[in-house]
């Protein structure tokens, strides 16, 4: 299988650091689990510590990047965990179902193997008002309404006998988590290419989409009509700009 994150998940590593407050809310969700699949594990974000963590990653990009001493991974896709059944207490996944070629198929997996599952997606409508893609790449949206967002995960963790509970995830103003909405309150970054490298929903789009955006966006800079129409944002500390937990669990 062709690896996604081989044209642009060189360097992820260094802009993507998870954000400790995210972080904190996505093991809040993992609950008591003392076992945990981390699915598209990528370079290892949001993995908690103290409890038994194996990774599942299909990119040979992104499991060179894993830092020494993190969980041990293995090279698998989400359609087909390496795994016996009910093995783990949850299973993670973190911005990946996007990018699994059968997301149905990938979310029952989680359900096989983990009795609580916890995945970071997003709602693609609430994104798609977001100014980034609102005013400069509605590309963006366009193209995400074509892949598994909130709507999907939610059915593929949904049952006759689950419970699933859905959680606005705020993204701080200062977020050290690179990912597309993490810069709302610091337009300048998104003229660097290495940042923007980072962002799958940016770095899936042709050049001559993104390249011409971007000089829009630093001609709005420079003028100060960015700063005009944004105002109101310039003073919060955080935003929801569309970031959701999903969390599914049987019920008893």
């Given at each position: ?134 005013e400069y790449l509605p590309e963006i949206a366009e193209r995400e309404r074509g892949l598994a967002n909130l709507d999907a995960v939610v059915r593929g963790l949904s049952g006759p006998d689950r419970r699933v509970v859905v959680q606005p995830v705020p ?66 500390d955080s935003l929801d700009v569309g970031y959701r937990l999903v969390i599914g669990t049987a019920i008893s």
């Amino acid at each position: 299988m062709a690896d996604p994150y081989r044209s642009f998940g060189r360097g992820y590593s260094a802009v993507r650091q998870p954000d400790p407050r995210i972080a904190r809310q996505v093991h809040a969700a993992l609950g008591p689990a003392a076992t945990v699949l981390n699915v598209g594990a990528g370079a290892g974000s949001y993995e908690p510590d103290g409890r038994g963590v194996l990774a599942v990653e299909p990119s040979a990009t992104m499991l060179r990047q894993r830092p020494p001493g993190s969980a041990p991974a293995v090279c698998a896709v989400a359609e087909h965990l390496p795994c016996v059944d009910d093995r783990f207490d949850a299973a993670l996944a973190v911005l990946t179902v996007h990018h699994w070629r059968d997301p149905a198929a990938g979310l029952a997996e989680l359900r096989r193997v983990s009795r609580r599952q916890v995945v970071f997606t997003w709602d693609v409508e609430v994104m798609a008002r977001y100014w980034l893609v609102r005013e400069y790449l509605p590309e963006i949206a366009e193209r995400e309404r074509g892949l598994a967002n909130l709507d999907a995960v939610v059915r593929g963790l949904s049952g006759p006998d689950r419970r699933v509970v859905v959680q606005p995830v705020p993204v701080p103003w200062d977020c050290t988590d690179g990912f597309l909405a993490a810069y709302w309150r610091r337009p300048h970054s998104y003229l660097d290419d290495d940042v923007r490298a980072g962002m799958s929903g940016v770095a899936a789009l042709p050049s001559d989409v993104v390249r011409p955006a971007v000089r829009r966006l630093a001609e709005d800079l420079g003028s100060g009509a960015w700063q005009r129409r944004h105002r109101d944002l310039l003073d919060r500390d955080s935003l929801d700009v569309g970031y959701r937990l999903v969390i599914g669990t049987a019920i008893s």
